[in-house]
């Protein structure tokens, strides 16, 4: 049984195996492709947390992982892969085990690279350890992630660090201590680091969670700011640092009763001035057993203008039974200023297949396009579970590889 860590900072859940299956499709260029996939719904039992009685949520986005790499993209898409992008290259979470299933606290997360066009496939690490959410510094030298000493993602036993992985020698260096931290992000400039702290990637706790800058040595700590605690500032998650110099998080917010309503975006300078509410996260509140709905994983254009999100939304996607806990997350994109009623956001799903589960979006380096992960259920044309890259637009969707959380290398990719 699949007992995920209460909300955030990434929209944890229990899992389990759903009847419907999404198939893993097999390309001309794939050498090898996994078994089928199995999705995953939740449950959503009350827990008390910080005096209040709040749910557990879902990791919406890490359900049902195609984790055995696929080779050379497929087609999976609704148009053609822009020119311009066959030389990128991303980062991203692969298990070098071959497990296919639910992400959760046994997953041997490696970290990997693979060209855009689906090529040059290396791994990086290799240690047995769980790694969550690499990031490329801004110089492309170094990888930042989350890193797993014990346990897993949301084990009971869970110790998490942030780790540095140096390309140039291959040695990884653990920055942080205190076995609760997570979702590290890179300063503009590559000389800072900002990270979770008490990031609820494990054990259960009542210390709020703090956004913390270091040296990327891990010295010199200063803090930014934490979550109140507050109904509108229950819990922080999901950061991430603009070329612009804000650190944008998502705020889960609880309704009157103590219950998750839902979560919406904010940013913040990183010494803690000019907090601003960038997003509401929707006009509803997330209904009673289901996975948890508003933005998550948001993620920045290159000019640091928009931000891109997981939206999460009342709806179950399109191939499953309308009693599925599962609930459709849609590629959103909305300019990074504050936040007014009426403000205009773009629904970027992808026009033949709009009903699915897609997250952790990021911006090109050439402002272009779009990497995240997409999982569908309906047996469509662009259905098969795993990282994709769309342009601005949302026009098509490109299958790279299968996977999680992949994120740009700002430079070309390095031999």
């Known amino acids: 049984m699949w007992v995920e860590e209460l909300f955030f900072t990434r929209l944890k859940i229990t899992q389990k195996v759903l009847n419907t299956r999404v198939i893993v499709l097999r390309t001309a260029q794939s050498r090898e492709a996994g078994p089928p996939f199995d999705a995953c719904h939740i449950k959503r039992p009350p827990v008390p947390l910080m005096g209040m009685k709040v749910p557990r949520l879902s990791h919406a986005l890490a359900c049902g992982l195609a984790l055995s790499l696929l080779g050379c993209g497929g087609d999976g898409s609704n148009g053609i892969s822009p020119a311009g992008t066959a030389t990128q290259q991303l980062v991203f979470m692969w298990a070098a085990d071959g497990h296919v299933g639910p992400a959760g606290p046994d997953v041997d997360y490696e970290i990997a690279l693979i060209n855009v066009d689906g090529t040059d496939f290396k791994q990086l690490t290799s240690d047995g350890l769980q790694k969550f959410l690499p990031h490329f510094s801004p110089d492309g030298t170094k990888i930042l992630y989350t890193k797993f000493l014990a346990g897993g993602f949301s084990s009971p036993q869970a110790v998490a660090e942030i780790a540095v992985y140096d390309l140039s020698s291959g040695q990884e260096t653990i920055i942080t201590n205190g076995g609760d931290n997570g979702y590290g992000t890179w300063s503009p400039d590559g000389s800072r680091i900002a990270y979770l702290r008490a990031a609820r990637v494990g054990p259960a706790t009542t210390e709020p969670t703090t956004i913390v800058t270091v040296d990327v040595d891990g010295s010199n700590p200063q803090v930014v700011g ?49 907090r601003t509410q960038v997003t509401d996260g929707g006009q509803t509140c997330t209904p009673p057993d289901k996975e948890a709905i508003g933005d998550a994983d948001p993620g920045w254009s290159n000019d640091g203008a928009t931000i891109y999100s997981s939206r999460g939304f009342a709806a179950v996607p399109a191939g499953l039974p309308p009693t ?92």
């Open 324 to 415: 599925s806990l599962v609930t459709e997350r849609k590629l959103y994109a909305f300019s990074s200023n504050a936040w007014v009623s009426n403000k205009p956001e773009t629904d970027l799903s992808l026009p033949s297949e709009p009903a699915c589960v897609e997250g952790v979006p990021k911006g090109s380096p050439d402002g272009q396009s779009i990497t995240l992960f997409r999982m569908c259920y309906d047996g469509g044309a662009a259905s098969v579970p795993g990282i994709y890259v769309t342009d601005t637009t949302g026009s098509y969707r490109r299958f790279v590889a299968s996977g999680f959380g992949p994120d740009w290398n700002p430079l070309a990719p390095r031999s």
């Open 226 to 274: 934490s979550a109140s605690g507050a109904a509108d500032d229950w819990v922080w998650g999901d950061i991430a640092w603009s070329s612009e110099n804000w650190i944008l998080f998502v705020v889960g917010q609880n309704s009157a009763d103590g219950s998750f309503c839902n979560s919406r975006v904010d940013k913040i300078r990183p010494d803690g001035s000019a």
